[in-house]
């Protein structure tokens, strides 16, 4: 069964202190991996789009990396305003458009 | 800016009303999606359309049906609310296959049903 797992499920850092949050996926034949970062009350954002292994990509303080089996967001020297729930999700081969999203990380980031 | 919108922020109906979601979307992209979205369930795909007519099941479409009449608009219908079905609905669209750029979505509507 195609799956997309987050975790921590929640994360709080001090402001300034880098790390990680990890998506791991089993899926037959991946088409794409997707980080998107979603404020509360509001529609998820999109970050990075990633499709082979050992791509990386970035945007200011975020770097999404992706390997065979999962993919991380790497935060560093994160500040306040990136507080938010970071989502993952996964295009997989068998279900073409029907993307799977993972349950999300909270992510708090403490001045 | 590009937008997708979503008519209502918050709603409230009753058990057994015919309920209308609506989603506008200014991109002239093809393919639109609806969400819902559950704490400790994450997004769960109800309904997608490729083009105007055309719809197509997610993986929750129970209790759901879709519309589009036009290519901008696509409409969520729950056809008889019941309380399983309060949730924060998403809209989403995307140009073709193109998942570069990755989904464009909408702020939400928050359903609640009593």
């Known amino acids: 069964e195609d799956q997309v797992t987050q975790s921590p499920e929640a994360l709080r850092l001090q402001e300034g202190e880098s790390s990680s949050l990890n998506c791991s996926y089993t899926?037959?034949?991946?088409?794409?991996l997707f980080w998107y970062r979603q404020d509360p009350g509001k529609g998820p954002e999109f970050l990075f789009t990633l499709y082979s292994a050992g791509e990386e990509k970035e945007k200011e303080r975020l770097k999404a990396t992706l390997t065979k089996k999962e993919s991380f967001l790497h935060i560093t020297a994160p500040k306040p305003e990136d507080s938010a729930t970071y989502l993952c999700?996964?295009?997989?081969?068998?279900?073409?458009?029907?993307?799977?999203f993972g349950k999300g990380t909270r992510l708090h980031i403490l001045p | 800016d590009v937008k997708v919108t979503q008519s209502s922020r918050y709603l409230v109906k009753r058990t057994g009303e015919k309920v209308f979601l609506e989603c506008v979307q200014d991109?002239?992209?093809?393919?639109m999606f609806w969400y819902r979205q559950d704490p400790g369930l994450g997004l769960r795909l109800i309904y997608f359309s490729y083009d105007v007519k055309m719809k197509e099941k997610g993986d929750i479409p129970e209790g759901y049906s879709v519309s589009r009449e036009k290519k901008e608009r696509f409409s969520l219908i729950l056809e008889s609310a019941s309380t399983n079905q309060t949730s924060m609905y998403l809209c989403?669209?995307?140009?073709?296959?193109?998942?570069?750029?990755?989904?464009?979505f909408g702020s939400g509507t928050r359903l609640t049903v009593v």
């Open positions: 989403a669209s995307i140009r073709g296959r193109s998942y570069n750029y990755g989904y464009t």
């Open positions: 899926v037959s034949g991946l088409r794409g």
């Open positions: 999700a996964v295009r997989a081969m068998n279900r073409d458009d029907k993307i799977i």
């Open positions: 991109m002239d992209h093809e393919n």
